[in-house]
């Protein structure tokens, strides 16, 4: 799952300052063209910011042409898949975090080259989207997370606990019967992907993909998903279910993304909000999303393309072309696009993010069965154990795993 920042104007200033790094290589890739598969571009802004990267490279390395191939993002994936069976797929190209470990165990694409990255300079939770048994199959471009807004009206200073936000929705929800401690996430795939996070502020993983170990109806998870179930006594679903409850007042805390942020102060000016990192139990945790780099394994020219993602990557550049795919940079020492005072959560946030499990059917357990499974504790149909105990073993069948 991927959303946009929007930060046009940022963007278009910072064309100007992309950095041209990468050194000459002897004339080695002089003369070839290498093709590059990326989603459609944001906006115009975003679409210079490629488009400089990509004469800065070639300009450091004579010779080379890259070639942008642009695709609408609800296609991307259909289109790619096509060119893998037909054997057609381009040298390099974006792949969302979660079909890294698909198409790695299957062959697809390449390992990424010892030597070629640092990789204590880049977020972990980023680089590790990138991991499937072990081992690294890409770089990542961009990435993004969710934390917790709060209507500072009726939460002056944000919970940093998971009791201590159950307490701040409690006393909401007291001093006003119409309005929601707290717009609890709900049983779909979007609460399915946040819901990781929450379990690793218990200090609690979802799988144990090594182990082939299915780890989310243990007590991490079923107390993640009890905390949810809890909030619901604050926050009645009659409240929540209303269009925008956060936004009209009607909840004082959601969670949600740097992309809900403009779009808050543009449509609810009156609003008088702040964000903050997610309450956890245990230690501070959180969910990530983003976009991820890798090299295929017909590339007819993978050490040039390796170079080039590592350019996308690197420090002089991943700022610019973070921001021109709709997140944050995923190297340190990137430079990060200004932002109102609400950015600083989000990159505290993403310091302590978890990479999904490296598990080619996660998108699927994800929205058929974690999802689900939220939506029936919440709903009173099963209690978090047993919705979660159903789950876990719906999972082991579908993955053949018997831990």
Not at 219 to 232: F, M, Y
């Given at each position: 799952?991927s959303r946009?920042?929007?930060?046009g104007?940022?963007?278009a200033?910072l064309v100007?300052?992309?950095?041209?790094?990468?050194g000459?290589?002897?004339?080695?890739?002089?003369?070839?063209?290498?093709?590059?598969?990326?989603?459609?571009?944001?906006?115009?802004?975003?679409?210079?910011?490629?488009?400089?990267?990509?004469?800065d490279?070639?300009k450091?390395?004579?010779g080379?042409?890259?070639?942008?191939?642009?695709?609408?993002?609800?296609?991307?994936?259909t289109k790619?898949?096509?060119?893998?069976v037909?054997?057609?797929?381009?040298?390099?190209?974006?792949?969302?975090?979660?079909?890294?470990s698909?198409?790695?165990?299957?062959?697809?694409?390449?390992?990424?080259?010892?030597?070629?990255?640092?990789e204590?300079d880049?977020?972990k939770g980023?680089l590790?989207?990138?991991r499937a048994?072990?081992?690294?199959?890409?770089?990542?471009?961009?990435?993004?997370?969710?934390?917790l807004?709060?209507?500072?009206?009726?939460?002056?200073a944000?919970p940093?606990?998971?009791?201590?936000?159950k307490?701040?929705?409690?006393?909401?929800?007291?001093?006003?019967?119409?309005?929601?401690?707290?717009?609890?996430p709900k049983?779909?795939?979007?609460?399915?992907?946040?819901?990781?996070?929450?379990?690793?502020?218990?200090?609690?993983?979802m799988?144990?993909?090594a182990?082939?170990?299915?780890?989310?109806?243990q007590?991490?998870?079923?107390?993640?998903?009890?905390?949810?179930?809890?909030?619901?006594?604050s926050?009645?679903?009659k409240?929540?279910?209303?269009?925008?409850?956060?936004?009209?007042?009607?909840?004082a805390m959601?969670?949600?993304?740097?992309?809900?942020?403009?779009?808050i102060?543009?449509q609810?000016?009156?609003?008088?909000?702040?964000?903050?990192?997610?309450p956890y139990?245990?230690?501070?945790?959180?969910?990530?999303?983003?976009?991820?780099?890798?090299?295929?394994?017909?590339?007819?020219n993978?050490?040039?393309?390796?170079k080039?993602?590592?350019?996308?990557?690197?420090?002089?550049?991943?700022?610019?072309?973070?921001d021109?795919f709709?997140?944050?940079?995923?190297?340190?020492?990137a430079?990060?696009?200004?932002?109102g005072p609400?950015?600083a959560?989000?990159?505290?946030?993403?310091k302590?993010?978890?990479?999904r499990?490296?598990?080619p059917?996660?998108?699927?357990?994800?929205?058929?069965?974690?999802?689900?499974?939220?939506e029936?504790?919440?709903t009173?149909?099963?209690?978090?154990?047993?919705?979660?105990?159903?789950?876990?073993?719906k999972?082991?069948?579908?993955?053949?795993w018997n831990?």
């Open positions: 799952m946009g920042l929007v930060r104007a940022v963007v200033a100007s300052g992309l950095a041209a790094c990468g000459n290589d002897g004339g080695r890739s002089a003369g070839k063209e290498l093709t590059f598969w990326m989603y459609q571009d944001r906006t115009p802004q975003a679409g210079q910011v490629m488009d400089q990267v990509r004469k490279f070639e450091a390395n004579p080379v042409t890259v070639k942008l191939v642009k695709i609408p993002k609800d296609d991307y994936n790619l898949g096509s060119a893998v037909s054997k057609s797929a381009p040298d390099a190209g974006i792949l969302d975090q979660p079909l890294v698909k198409y790695a165990l299957d062959g697809t694409i390449k390992e990424v080259p010892a030597g070629l990255i640092t204590a880049y977020y980023a590790d989207t990138n048994n072990g081992k690294l199959y890409g770089l990542p471009q961009d990435q993004t997370t969710v934390a807004f709060y209507n500072r009206k009726l939460v002056p944000p940093k606990t998971w009791d201590e936000l307490q701040v929705a409690a006393r909401v929800h007291a001093a006003d019967a119409n309005v929601a401690g707290m717009n609890v049983g779909d795939g979007y609460g399915a992907w946040m819901f990781p996070g929450i379990v690793h502020g218990a200090g609690g993983e799988v144990d993909d182990g082939k170990k299915v780890l989310f109806d007590p991490p998870a079923v107390e993640a998903l009890q905390l949810w179930v809890d909030l619901q006594k926050s009645p679903r409240i929540t279910d209303s269009d925008k409850p956060f936004e009209n007042g009607l909840a959601t969670i949600s993304g740097p992309w809900d942020v403009p779009t102060k543009e609810f000016p009156d609003l008088d909000f702040g964000v903050a990192p997610l139990k245990s230690e501070p945790a959180g969910n990530i999303g983003g976009e991820d780099s890798v090299v295929f394994s017909t590339s007819k993978p050490d040039l393309a390796w080039w993602l590592a350019f996308l990557a690197g420090a002089d550049n991943n700022g610019a072309v973070a021109a709709g997140g944050f940079p995923v190297h340190l020492k430079q990060v696009p200004a932002g609400e950015q959560a989000f990159l505290e946030q993403l302590v993010a978890h990479a499990p490296a598990v059917q996660w998108i699927q357990v994800n929205d058929e069965i974690i999802a689900p499974a939220i029936s504790a919440l009173g149909k099963a209690t978090a154990q047993q919705a979660l105990a159903d789950a876990a073993g999972t082991r069948s579908l993955l053949g831990g």
